[in-house]
């Protein structure tokens, strides 16, 4: 099989996706959530005309001839309406966020008047509106105010708290169940036996389905053997994608892809043009009456968060209902890079956004091994398949580590 080019290989990953049930949520359970529909106020903001000062609420005309003196006849709270009406030669004391008077149509701030035995002069003209936030100024009942597909922020959910929603329709969040795979591995923070290793990569890919707004279901280690795989790829049923972690190349020991084709899988493509990466693989099953993605990434762990980056994260997003691009910027190559081979490569790298336009200096040793590497980057340089040599300064496609 002729190695997939990524873009190729994401395309087929994204149109399998569809998006998940809604569900509602309190307001406090929304924050990162995906809208599901889009939300219409159910109230006027503000709800009625309302005074944006502390001062007197007057008729705009008795004041024509500052200054005025008017009659003090009560007083309006914010959540405490003056209930009567006023009229012409009065005034009702008024605070920032209380309804406007029956008769009202200004609010003059209390630097501009005077209080005294015979009432309260008003020593400047005030227009009509002056310090009054208008009824719906801000929306009215029935404007949509936040579309379907957006990930809710605090700005957000402000909104629709103010617009009378308790509860917001969001995407349920898709399960994604992490399963490492190899003899060697075991629990981080376990004392080393000979050959093993920390299995640190479904951690690291936990965290990442989080941020992408998925549920990370930690199903722990296969080993290298047909039947504890078969027993683990079991443990995964309600989960909406499935990601297998190593044993995914065609070594003695890579005995995942068979395990997952004899657990009902079947593999859209086993081979991709990316490195870090090469080994990707992706399908699907039908597990406990329930479709299932099945996406097997690398078991190197630098390769694995690369992979998860480019297929997992938009994956989640497409099941979420959002579009998750690769959104790649421009920058300029701060170092010349050798000719590429067949496989587009994903190099780690800085980038230098204070330059203008922006500068990505590639890492000398991009070793696949190297983990600290991967935690200095900040984005990787994507660099196209059979790329010629490219000098200091040619344009190239940066992807942000965003995660
Ligand atoms: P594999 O794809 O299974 O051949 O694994 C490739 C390399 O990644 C090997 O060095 C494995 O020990 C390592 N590896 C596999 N799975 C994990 C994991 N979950 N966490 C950390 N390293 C892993
Ligand atoms: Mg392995």
Redesign the pocket.
């Known amino acids: 099989m002729a190695l997939l080019p990524v873009a190729e290989a994401l395309a087929r990953i994204l149109e399998t996706a569809k998006t998940l049930e809604t569900e509602n949520v309190g307001l406090r359970d929304a924050n990162g959530r995906t809208l599901a529909k889009s939300l219409d106020a159910r109230v006027d903001n503000p709800p009625f005309d309302a005074s944006a000062m502390d001062g007197y609420a007057v008729r705009a005309d008795d004041t024509a001839k500052a200054p005025a003196t008017l009659a003090l006849i009560g007083e309006s709270g914010a959540g405490h309406p003056f209930s009567g009406e006023v009229k012409k030669g009065e005034t009702v004391r008024i605070f920032t966020g209380a309804a406007l008077p029956t008769g009202t149509d200004a609010v003059v701030i209390q630097e501009d008047a005077t209080a005294s035995e015979s009432g309260i002069t008003i020593r400047e003209t005030a227009k009509r509106g002056d310090n009054i936030r208008p009824a719906g100024q801000d929306f009215t009942k029935g404007r949509t105010l936040l579309e379907s597909g957006q990930r809710l922020t605090g700005r957000d959910i402000l909104l629709a708290a103010a617009a009378g929603h308790a509860t917001l329709p969001v995407v349920r969040k898709p399960i994604v169940a992490l399963l490492?795979?190899?003899d060697?591995?075991v629990e981080p923070g376990t004392a080393l036996g000979p050959g093993q290793?920390?299995?640190?990569?479904?951690f690291g890919l936990a965290a990442v389905v989080e941020a992408a707004g998925g549920e990370a279901r930690l199903l722990g280690?296969a080993r290298d053997n047909h039947q504890s795989l078969a027993q683990f790829l079991e443990s995964a049923e309600g989960a909406d994608v499935l990601v297998t972690?190593?044993?995914?190349?065609v070594?003695d020991?890579?005995l995942v892809r068979p395990a997952l084709e004899r657990a009902g899988a079947k593999l859209n493509f086993y081979k991709i043009a990316m490195r870090p990466g090469k080994?990707v693989f992706f399908g699907a099953r039908t597990i406990g009456g329930k479709r299932q993605h099945c996406l097997g990434v690398?078991?190197?762990?630098v390769?694995?968060l690369i992979c998860s980056r480019v297929f997992l994260v938009p994956l989640i997003g497409r099941l979420l209902g959002r579009d998750v691009p690769l959104d790649t910027i421009e920058a300029v190559l701060a170092d010349p890079l050798p000719a590429n081979g067949p496989r587009e490569h994903y190099m780690r790298a800085r980038l230098d956004l204070s330059t203008s336009p922006p500068q990505v200096a590639p890492f000398k040793n991009q070793d696949s091994g190297l983990i600290t590497a991967l935690r200095h980057a900040d984005c990787m340089i994507v660099v196209r398949a059979d790329s010629p040599p490219l000098a200091a300064g040619s344009p190239v496609k940066v992807l942000k580590l965003d995660i």
């Not at 290793?197 to 479904?202: Q, R």
């Not at 690398?298 to 762990?301: A, D, F, R, V, Y």
Request: charged share 5%; no cysteine.
């Open positions: 490492s795979t190899g060697e591995l290793i920390a299995a640190s990569n479904s280690i972690i190593g044993g995914a190349s070594g020991h890579d080994p690398p078991g190197n762990p390769s694995s």
